[in-house]
């Protein structure tokens, strides 16, 4: 049975193959993208911002995956500095009490430990092999260690990146949308049936009018004629003047009565 499907699977890559390489392949890669193009120039725009922002959301979704995984090696990287503290601090113990030791045993074939037992220089050599294997131990932990410290720096680094990369679509698609709504409101009013051509003409018109008494005017001032001027004070005092005369020199009124029995 596993060979049947073996073989099934491998006759369909072949096939796949050869429609790729040839030329029916090439006609069919051609029908499918016509058929793409097709239904793309179908899709509203609206539509296709709604879809973009759908599949923006999914690869926030996607980046949350991302996120724990990196958070998941951080942890990982924060115990191992842990441990490798405490191996330090052990190594350092064991390093000044082997030296210790050896100072003792300098000029005697033995000392006798706290809890009784004989140490001899064989002991002194044995710790030293096993502190020499620690000490190669500890610099393959910590090289270990700063790769996974590098590898976890690129990771949060393309972390940053891919959210930046977010919000820098957002914010086009963001600008996509209100120029398409721009353009739907000059499709709008392009396509208005009221009739506003009687209004464009009285404007024109208007205009028109407005040209010729400018015409009018720079014609008086090439020739040099200007318009007279009123010299405020002299208005002034025609007024007051006027007044003057109103008051004192006017019909009283009764002599206007006199008249009106007449």
Request: net charge positive; proline share 2%.
């Amino acid at each position: 049975m596993c060979k049947k499907v073996l073989i099934a699977a491998l006759a369909v890559v072949v096939g796949l193959a050869v429609v790729k390489g040839t030329w029916i392949g090439s006609h069919l890669r051609l029908k499918a993208s016509n058929v793409r193009n097709w239904v793309q120039n179908r899709v509203p725009p609206e539509q296709e911002i709604a879809r973009l922002r759908m599949e923006l959301a999914n690869l926030a979704k996607e980046d949350d995956k991302h996120y724990d995984k990196v958070a998941r090696m951080a942890v990982d990287v924060d115990n191992q500095e842990a441990e490798l503290a405490k191996f330090r601090t052990n190594l350092s113990r064991e390093e000044a009490r082997i030296r210790s030791l050896k100072g003792e045993l300098s000029d005697v074939e033995f000392v006798v430990l706290k809890d009784g037992t004989r140490y001899t220089r064989t002991d002194l050599r044995l710790n030293a092999v096993a502190f020499k294997n620690a000490e190669d131990n500890l610099k393959s932990k910590e090289g270990s260690l700063a790769a996974k410290k590098r590898h976890l720096s690129l990771e949060r680094k393309k972390l940053a990146e891919l959210r930046i990369k977010r919000e820098e679509m957002a914010t086009d698609l963001q600008k996509l949308e209100t120029a398409l709504a721009e353009e739907r409101q000059l499709q709008a009013a392009s396509e208005s049936t009221i009739d506003d051509s009687n209004y464009r003409q009285i404007r024109k018109d208007m205009d028109s009018v407005r040209d010729r008494l400018n015409v009018l005017k720079k014609k008086r001032e090439l020739r040099g004629e200007f318009a007279p001027t009123v010299d405020p004070k002299a208005a002034e005092q025609d007024t007051q003047a006027d007044k003057y005369l109103e008051t004192r020199f006017g019909e009283k009124k009764e002599d206007v009565s006199k008249k009106g029995d007449k």
